[in-house]
């Protein structure tokens, strides 16, 4: 039976050295896995609660995920309430407060535990980078962390102009009372697809430092990619409207032209820094240019054989008179 009391507890043995053999390596990962699913288990329960609740003055999460319907006019939504300015969802089932709540508390769960499973996930990987490659990881997480936020930031507020477009068909024909799973539904996968999204400027980014994707070639691609990027927008959101697709598609073509840049900038200062005699060419026998001394040594003249030089140490007046 699993116990997590002791799969909190590390390897039983390790080296000197810190390497770790196979079932101690094991033994980390059960380790770090339960570490990450009691934060999730722990950031579920907070995000549940904070669904209804108003925790140290903020406002609740059911109450900031839906303002974006709510700013809406009241002529684009419907009163269920018969209350003026009310505003609520229509659920039609038993339990779908109670499952709405429970998937809300989830995601934001994931959200609020990230550190903890990241930092688990991060100490798992760590031992097996060199020290430029964990300098390089540090600053690619550190920037997916903050795109995602600017995506998900973006979308939220791209939300509200949506739904007016949305909801603004037929109005004067259908009053629109959205359920809980629709609604909800909506803003977190548009809230996911920018977020995800905003990783592109640095996929790219990472793609050209290990030489993959030369700045030249993106260039050459510039107006492919941003077509394909227009493309995917109109495909990957969710909703039929205009605004969130033409704001993710500018939002993306801004993005990879920022990374075109650094890749660019990438690019000439690695051939600056490369900037020394190519010697791919010479042949294997050729005598090299370079001396020790960091000058550069003279190949036209004739080296003085080994043999001439001994004979003339052994009788210096003999081969002083000859030269």
Not at 67 to 83: F, G, V
Not at 246 to 270: C, Y
Request: net charge negative; proline share 6%; glycine share 6%.
């Amino acid at each position: 039976m699993f116990n997590p009391i002791a799969a909190l507890k590390g390897p039983p043995l390790a080296s000197a050295d810190g390497s770790m053999s196979l079932m101690e390596h094991l033994f980390e990962l059960r380790r770090r896995l339960t570490i990450a699913a009691l934060a999730l288990v722990v950031g579920a329960s907070l995000g549940f609660v904070w669904f209804n609740h108003d925790p140290f003055g903020l406002p609740s999460l059911g109450k900031i995920l839906t303002n974006p319907y709510c700013s809406l006019p009241d002529s684009a939504r419907a009163n269920l309430t018969n209350t003026p300015g009310s505003c609520s969802l229509l659920a039609t089932g038993v339990f779908d407060a109670f499952l709405l709540q429970l998937k809300v508390g989830v995601s934001a769960g994931v959200i609020l535990s990230s550190p903890v499973w990241l930092a688990q996930l991060w100490g798992f990987i760590t031992p097996g980078l060199y020290a430029k490659e964990r300098k390089f990881a540090y600053i690619f997480v550190s920037a997916a962390a903050v795109l995602f936020t600017a995506g998900a930031v973006l979308a939220y507020y791209v939300v509200a102009q949506a739904l007016q477009v949305l909801l603004g068909f037929s109005a004067d024909v259908v009053t629109v009372a959205l359920s809980p799973n629709d609604y909800f539904g909506f803003m977190l996968a548009l809230l996911v697809i920018f977020g995800v999204s905003f990783e592109l400027p640095l996929l790219v980014v990472m793609l050209n430092q290990v030489g993959i994707l030369p700045a030249a070639n993106l260039k050459k691609w510039r107006r492919g990619i941003i077509m394909a990027l227009f493309v995917f927008a109109a495909v990957a959101t969710p909703g039929t409207d205009p605004i969130s697709m033409l704001v993710l598609a500018i939002a993306l073509t801004l993005l990879f032209e920022l990374a075109r840049v650094i890749a660019t900038f990438h690019d000439k200062r690695k051939a600056t820094s490369t900037d020394a005699q190519d010697f791919s060419e010479l042949d294997d026998d050729a005598v090299s240019p370079l001396d020790p001394g960091g000058g550069t040594a003279d190949v036209t003249t004739s080296p003085t054989p080994v043999a001439s030089t001994v004979r003339a140490v052994q009788d210096p007046d003999r081969y002083t008179d000859a030269t």
